[in-house]
């Protein structure tokens, strides 16, 4: 591959990797709002819902690593001569 191809390549991994990261938060958003439904139904307490909030976020930083972390991986791989 050429050097322009290459880094052609290496921006649509980039842009693949933020179209990932967004559907990770949206995902999250998603989940918190279940959660918060939960509380308003009284379907469990206060605490439960804290303690699932941190929980989904932590999931969520870990994907959001475990993305950044691949994509540092193929822009590595394809600007390597």
Do not use: C, F
Request: glycine share 2%; hydrophobic share 40%; charged share 45%.
């Amino acid at each position: 591959l050429s050097e322009e191809n290459r880094r052609d390549l290496a921006r649509q991994a980039k842009h693949e990797a933020e179209l990932s990261r967004v559907a990770i938060r949206n995902i999250r958003r998603d989940a918190i709002g279940d959660v918060r439904d939960l509380v308003k139904e009284k379907a469990i307490s206060e605490d439960d819902a804290r303690r699932a909030e941190e929980d989904i976020q932590k999931l969520t930083d870990k994907q959001i690593a475990d993305i950044d972390h691949a994509l540092a991986e193929k822009e590595a791989d394809l600007l390597r001569i």
